[in-house]
């Protein structure tokens, strides 16, 4: 099997011995070499991430196929605490939100949806804009690289889980910003991404100008919205579309700072 061929499904199947030569693969197609194999637990299984360097940057292994992603808020289970946050400090702060927190999550979340995602490399951190927005593409296919699409990021992200957040539905003690602290947010994720841990400062673009994830530029927070809602920015289906119009409008070239990218390297 290819790199083309191999798949989310498949590469969770797979032992280390036949991952690591999936992964020796993908670094020698870019002219690049693995530094690192490891296993984390999640889906009840363990998930391999294979970390490849290449110019100095480091990628993770991004298996595609047809998988799964976006959030079903129908299916969704509050946690009591969340309740009681939305509907205290959301609702209550008067901010015009939707009575049923569900319907907030409506608007705010993309779909559930298959999609089909071909394997690729994506970037372990992502990297800072340039001063203009719009050169991103143009820049990054200078370097061999391209913007992801939403649902690139979403599967790169989430890691095949249905929930809320990449590590679960809870949301952790303490703020969603700052460096300080060992929580769920602060770890890599399964694939070996370091994504969606300060709303702060990772809002990332994507090839959808719909489309932002990983935060909010600390809107949620700065607000007041409560902590269910300074949270919630950092959900895997997040697509932010308040972020995504700012981005895309009139004074998005001057609010560069507050956006990031995640290049990616097709190995097609």
């Given at each position: 099997?290819?790199?083309?061929?191999?798949?989310?499904?498949?590469?969770?199947?797979?032992?280390?011995?036949?991952?690591?030569?999936?992964?020796?693969?993908?670094?020698?197609?870019?002219?690049?070499?693995?530094?690192?194999?490891?296993?984390?637990?999640?889906?009840?299984?363990?998930?391999?991430?294979?970390?490849?360097?290449?110019?100095?940057?480091?990628?993770?292994?991004?298996?595609?196929?047809?998988?799964?992603?976006?959030?079903d808020p129908d299916a969704w289970q509050p946690l009591p605490e969340q309740l009681v946050s939305?509907?205290?400090?959301?609702?209550?702060?008067?901010?015009g939100f939707d009575e049923d927190p569900r319907a907030h999550l409506a608007r705010v979340m993309?779909?559930?949806?298959?999609?089909?995602?071909?394997?690729?490399?994506?970037?372990?951190?992502?990297?800072?804009?340039?001063?203009?927005?719009?050169?991103?593409?143009?820049?990054?296919?200078?370097?061999?690289?391209?913007?992801?699409?939403?649902?690139?990021?979403?599967?790169?992200?989430?890691?095949?889980?249905?929930?809320?957040?990449?590590?679960?539905?809870?949301?952790?003690?303490?703020?969603?910003?700052?460096?300080?602290?060992?929580?769920?947010?602060?770890?890599?994720?399964?694939?070996?991404?370091?994504?969606?841990?300060?709303?702060?400062?990772?809002?990332?673009?994507?090839?959808?100008?719909?489309?932002?994830?990983?935060?909010?530029?600390?809107?949620?927070?700065?607000?007041?919205?409560?902590?269910?809602?300074?949270w919630l920015p950092l959900a895997t289906a997040h697509h932010n579309p308040s972020m995504a119009?700012?981005?895309?409008?009139?004074?998005?070239?001057?609010?560069?700072?507050?956006?990031?990218?995640?290049?990616?390297?097709?190995?097609?």
């Amino acid at each position: 099997m290819s790199l083309t061929d191999l798949t989310f499904d498949h590469w969770r199947a797979l032992d280390r011995d036949t991952a690591v030569r999936y992964a020796e693969e993908a670094a020698r197609h870019v002219d690049g070499r693995l530094v690192r194999l490891g296993g984390t637990p999640h889906l009840g299984g363990v998930v391999h991430h294979a970390v490849v360097e290449r110019a100095g940057e480091l990628y993770a292994l991004i298996p595609g196929g047809e998988v799964t992603v976006g959030f079903d808020p129908d299916a969704w289970q509050p946690l009591p605490e969340q309740l009681v946050s939305y509907r205290a400090e959301s609702l209550g702060g008067g901010f015009g939100f939707d009575e049923d927190p569900r319907a907030h999550l409506a608007r705010v979340m993309s779909p559930r949806r298959t999609v089909a995602l071909p394997t690729v490399l994506m970037a372990v951190e992502a990297e800072p804009l340039p001063e203009l927005p719009a050169l991103v593409p143009a820049l990054l296919a200078g370097r061999g690289l391209r913007v992801p699409g939403p649902d690139a990021w979403e599967h790169a992200c989430g890691v095949g889980a249905a929930t809320l957040f990449r590590w679960g539905d809870d949301c952790p003690q303490g703020a969603p910003y700052g460096t300080e602290g060992t929580g769920p947010r602060h770890a890599p994720n399964a694939f070996g991404l370091h994504i969606a841990y300060d709303v702060y400062d990772t809002a990332e673009m994507t090839a959808d100008p719909g489309s932002v994830y990983g935060g909010d530029g600390g809107e949620a927070v700065c607000g007041g919205y409560g902590t269910f809602m300074e949270w919630l920015p950092l959900a895997t289906a997040h697509h932010n579309p308040s972020m995504a119009e700012f981005l895309n409008g009139p004074d998005g070239e001057d609010a560069f700072e507050d956006f990031k990218v995640r290049p990616v390297i097709d190995l097609d």
